[in-house]
């Protein structure tokens, strides 16, 4: 296992791993070398054969304070460079989205500009009483990047995506999940976070990949396709170790006639 610097990887043995940015005297700003570490990191975690849900969060104040704007533009680089320079910062959080297991962010603090990416391309997002979602790229003039145009029109839709991108807006606290950017409330968010990854953890793991898999598919594509994918999810579902005799039972409390059907035929004679 890799020693970081800027990130500690906390391993829980029911598969839960816990993901904290760990540089807040920098509120957990992603820097050169905290962007080299989380591309580091997600190898690891990708390997991780026991590893059942992922829950990211920040240390200190911050939950992340965005990306190093001076790392990425700065001097002397022409367009080309600068893109590649931006691209290197998005690989440093855009493989969380891509873990074929359910990951949750637990927000109090500021998530600003590529910190507020790194909440929203996880599947679940916890915000607290201190959670701050800036989504300020525009008070410099800078473009949004990172998928951030992405994630919040999948959220909260079109027209008020583009007005919070166009306005620079932060919002805070419970606006955060009245808005939609956030799943849950909770005045613990990193304890509301872990009680649902615990949760997760004791599903089979094929179960969870696959509601991960189809929810992403609603998202992504029609219902047909949906559908189909459902079909097959559920039925290699019942093959899991328990499911059969769930079944089975189940299919026994069904066939027994409740009380007041009883009680009414008895009545009736």
């Keep these: 296992m890799t020693a970081y610097t800027t990130l500690r990887l906390e391993r829980h043995d029911d598969g839960v791993r816990v993901l904290t940015l760990d540089d807040p005297d920098k509120r957990n700003a992603i820097g ?10 997600a190898d690891e975690v990708r390997g991780d054969p026991e ?19 001076n790392a990425i533009f700065h ?28 990951t949750i962010a637990a927000v109090d603090g500021h998530a600003i500009g590529a910190g507020a990416n790194l909440a929203l391309v996880c599947d679940i997002v916890v915000a607290g009483p201190g959670a701050k979602f800036g989504i300020t790229f525009s008070r410099i003039g800078l473009h949004p990047g990172g998928g951030c145009t992405h994630f919040l029109t999948q959220r909260i839709g079109a027209g008020r995506a583009m007005r919070l991108v166009l306005r620079g807006d932060t919002v805070v606290g419970q606006d955060a999940h009245a808005h939609g950017l956030a799943d849950v ?14 949760l997760v953890a004791r599903l089979h793991p094929g179960l ?3 509601v991960k ?57």
């Design 32 to 41: 050169p070398e905290m962007r080299d570490e989380l591309i580091a990191l």
């Design 51 to 69: 590893a059942r849900a992922l829950v990211v969060t920040g240390a200190g104040t911050a939950f992340c304070a965005g990306a190093d704007l």
């Design 75 to 102: 001097e002397g680089q022409g367009p080309a460079e600068t893109r590649e320079s931006e691209l290197s910062y998005y690989r440093s959080f855009l493989w969380v989205r891509d873990l074929p297991f359910p």
């Design 185 to 198: 409330y909770a005045e613990d968010p990193l304890a509301e976070a872990l009680d649902t990854a615990h």
């Design 208 to 210: 969870a990949a696959d």
């Design 213 to 269: 898999r189809t929810v992403r598919l609603s998202d992504e594509s029609g219902f047909d396709a949906v559908l189909g994918y459902e079909s097959w999810a559920q039925a290699s579902s019942s093959f899991h170790d328990g499911v059969r005799d769930s079944i089975r039972a189940a299919g026994r409390s069904t066939s027994r006639p409740r009380v007041a059907d009883s009680v009414s035929s008895g009545a009736g004679k």
